[in-house]
């Protein structure tokens, strides 16, 4: 049987998936030592093997520095995000379009897996089964996307996406015991989702520990074969 991953990091974890999948990972793997991220919450949550670190994630030299300080790294969660904020909230149409808002999507949901990437990639190459997950939505996909608006947030996580399969096909080669992961987890009841709640159907807003137990167990299942795809939290695969 394939060894369970032992280290972990899981970014933006103090966000409402991210401390469920933090929870759900310490319930799956009882030896397993996390590495976790916040921003601008405080740390959730205290744990004899949880060592937080304040991360920006739109800091590309923080990343560096921090990476600097992993050997091996088996598996590496990113689940940072935005969607709303000070600066806007997700277009209408595309006379709301604001560069800016447009930029700082890119910059939070997009770039920071790139960077994950690249400056974790010998810490991962060093595990037996190396996992690079982010978690994408299912908005970013261009084949579903049937309603419109929501520019700049359908255009970060589309971009992640693009991002993640190009990754997924280098690590073919650089990396072949390891798998890349897009995932989406449904709508869930965080803070992202809070404003835009009002029309989700009876039964389809989930609790964040639902949603995490079930990326916990997509990942575990996942082999070299099946990386670079795009995950939904049931294990269902959805289209790019
Ligand atoms: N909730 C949903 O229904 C839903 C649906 C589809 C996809 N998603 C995706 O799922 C992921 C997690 O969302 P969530 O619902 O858990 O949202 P959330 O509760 O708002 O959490 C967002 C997380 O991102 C972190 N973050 C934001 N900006 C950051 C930055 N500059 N540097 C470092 N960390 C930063 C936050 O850190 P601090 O709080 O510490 O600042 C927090 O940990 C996101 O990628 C989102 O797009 C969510």
Redesign the pocket.
Known sequence: MAESPQRLVV?????????ALTRALLDEFPTAEICA?????AIPFQHERVAWRQ????DPGAIETWAADFDRVDWIV??????HGASGGPEKNIRSLDAEFLLENI???TL?TLLLARHFSAALKKSPAPVLA??????GSIEDNRLGGWYS?RIS?AALNMALKTLSIEWRHSHPRGCVAAL??????????KPFQANVPPGGL?D?SYTATSFVSLLSQLDPSQSGQFWAWDGSQLPW
């Open positions: 970014v933006g974890a103090s966000g409402g998936i991210g401390q991220t916040h921003h601008r919450s991360l920006d994630v739109v990113n689940c940072a995000g935005f969607l910059r939070i949901n920071p982010t978690i994408s939505a299912r908005v947030y996580k989406h987890p449904g709508t869930n009841d965080t803070a992202l989702s989930f964040p």
